[in-house]
């Protein structure tokens, strides 16, 4: 399952939406790595795997900015779960059909969209909002 980037997936923070576009684009190749050979699979897994501890990092350090510990930690725990079913993703690319690799690649898609359109949504929203309280402040 593709996705298609565009305006419905911008959340208006240019870093944020950055790293996203190249999120679906490792997970747009990794879908058209699944039919494909598995020195080809291995490498997307390997380039997705390293991007999305890079962005996951850097989501969660924009959120210790905000000081919502609680929030914090369950985004976190989204991301941890992501990480966790990227391994299953790469186990199973090593030893079972393309079919069942696809099948996780499908569910990696979907996770990321609502991951976006939820909990990102929010996240930026807040972040906005910080920044417009700390404007406000610096002009008193």
């Not at 959340?11 to 190249?22: F, K, S, Y």
């Not at 598995?38 to 989501?59: K, M």
């Not at 976190?76 to 391994?87: C, G, K, L, T, V």
């Not at 898609?109 to 939820?118: A, M």
Request: hydrophobic content about 45%.
């Amino acid at each position: 399952m593709r996705i298609t980037w565009g305006p419905d997936l911008l959340l208006g923070h240019r870093v944020i939406d950055g790293q996203h576009e190249e999120l679906i684009n490792l997970l747009n190749e990794l879908d058209g790595a699944v039919a494909g050979d598995g020195p080809l699979l291995a490498d997307v897994l390997r380039r997705l795997d390293a991007y999305v501890l890079f962005h996951f990092s850097t989501e969660e350090s924009l959120m210790r900015s905000l000081h919502q510990p609680e929030w914090l930690a369950a985004h976190r725990d989204e991301h941890r779960h992501f990480i966790a079913q990227m391994a299953a993703v790469r186990e199973q690319a090593r030893s079972c059909p393309a079919e069942t690799v696809a099948r996780l690649a499908e569910y990696l898609t979907q996770w990321l969209r609502e991951h976006i359109l939820v909990s990102d949504r929010r996240l930026v929203l807040a972040l906005n909002q910080h920044a417009a309280a700390d404007r406000l402040a610096s002009t008193r």
